[in-house]
Nanobody
Framework: QVQLVESGGGLVQAGGSLRLSCAAS????????MGWYRQAPGKQRELVATITSGGSTNYADSVKGRFTISKDNAKNTAYLQMNSLKPEDTAVYYCNAHRIVTPTLFYDYWGQGTQVTVSS
């Protein structure tokens, strides 16, 4: 079991920056991938960015070049640096930890979410 706690959300003007943090309750060394997802009102939750245990990253097209995902295994923490924010980035951002046990057994852990609001 892994508990995830997000922080760093808030209200920012368009063009501004925020840095989200996701603190895990235990080592993330064995977590296969950490990710950030977001859900805007009336919309489905969508992938923002992921980072594997080996450090490979993947981004949604809408955030490429503006957001950067990273992690610090020593601090059991993942980050999402968000620059050049746009009003359409407004959403609740959720941290995810994906752990693969076998090819057919895996676990997904979620944080409680942190609100990001970008004003125009």
């Amino acid at each position: 079991q892994v508990q995830l706690v997000e922080s760093g959300g808030g209200l920012v003007q368009a063009g501004g920056s925020l840095r989200l943090s996701c603190a895990a309750s235990r080592s993330i060394f064995s977590i296969n991938a950490m990710g950030w997802y977001r859900q805007a009102p009336g919309k489905q939750r969508e992938l923002v960015a992921t980072i594997t245990s080996g450090g490979s990253t993947n981004y949604a097209d809408s955030v490429k070049g503006r957001f950067t995902i990273s992690k610090d295994n020593a601090k059991n923490t993942a980050y999402l640096q968000m620059n050049s924010l746009k009003p359409e980035d407004t959403a609740v951002y959720y941290c995810n930890a994906h752990r693969i046990v076998t090819p057919t057994l895996f676990y997904d852990y979620w944080g409680q979410g942190t609100q990001v609001t970008v004003s125009s």
